[in-house]
């Protein structure tokens, strides 16, 4: 049969990225245990394309999924994935970005109760022929924050908010990336309190007052994310975002930042 894809393209356009989004398949991804947790992945894949190649192979991006999907994967694999994508496709460059959700073991303060906190991630991979992965691990952490100016205002109480900080991490070559449940752990200590699943009434009153006791502002809770990465062996890169959504607004409180370690 007649290759179109391989067919000359005379406009002179080479492509950044062409391939597939949207790839619903089960990944294995692998764990602090050494194991691996199954999970629904959303995938995008792409690779550079050529500018003398009329279209590349779409059909090779799937087949290459399938026969990673029953493998636990971390960043070492990914970089096989590129490398298979690049050969196989006879391209300069590849990408893959792969969101999910992972779960995290909880254990309630006092009760001891167990669950499993979820939690929205994504690795994201960039390759060129001869050159190293280039990795970033995304998480999206959940927080309580108290406000302090509510309680130092306040006759009794003080509001709080749920909020979520969006932290995506990149380290050098000699560095491994920190693990998921690790980053997390790290990130929710950042914050007034953690968040649990499960709170019999004595947790309850324990992350109360916990919080009453740690009142931080977003900006608070941003800045000691940002001190808490600093402090990573190996990291290049990171940025956070952090919205807390707050309880007596109609619109949440924001803050960013973003920075460079070489």
């Known amino acids: 049969m007649k290759d179109v894809q391989n067919s000359i393209d005379n406009r002179g356009i080479a492509i950044q990225k062409v ?3 949207d790839v619903h398949i089960p990944l294995q ?5 050494g194991n691996y947790q199954q999970v629904l992945a959303n995938i995008s894949f792409t690779i550079s394309l050529p500018m003398e190649y009329k279209g590349t192979h779409m059909s090779r991006f799937q087949e290459i999924l399938n026969a990673w999907s029953s493998q636990p994967i971390a960043e070492q694999e990914m970089a096989e994935i590129l490398r298979e994508a690049m050969e196989r496709l006879q391209a300069e460059a590849a990408d893959i970005h792969i969101e ?4 995290v073991d909880r254990i309630a303060p006092v009760s001891k109760g167990k669950s499993v906190l979820d939690v929205d991630c994504f690795f ?3 390759m060129e022929k001869g050159k190293q992965l280039q990795f970033i691990l995304g998480v999206k952490v959940p927080y309580t ?3 302090p100016c509510s309680k130092e205002i306040s006759a009794y109480g003080a509001h709080n908010q749920r909020g979520i900080m969006d932290v995506r991490v990149q380290f050098d070559d000699q ?4 693990l998921i449940e690790d980053l997390v752990l790290l990130m929710e200590q950042q914050a007034s309190c953690q968040v649990y699943p499960l709170l019999k009434r004595e947790d309850e009153k324990f992350v109360t007052e916990r919080a009453y006791d740690n009142p931080k502002f977003v900006e608070d809770i941003l800045r000691d ?3 808490a990465l600093r402090e990573l062996a190996g990291i290049k890169w990171f940025a956070i975002d952090c919205d807390n959504f707050e309880s007596i607004h109609n619109h949440s409180a924001y803050a960013s930042h973003e920075e460079y370690l070489e």
């Open 19 to 21: 391939g597939v989004r």
């Open 225 to 227: 994310g940002v001190l």
């Open 145 to 147: 924050s108290l406000c």
């Open 175 to 178: 560095h491994e990336c920190i």
């Open 100 to 103: 999910f959700k992972y779960f």
């Open 124 to 126: 994201d991979g960039h």
């Open 29 to 33: 991804i692998k764990t602090k245990e």
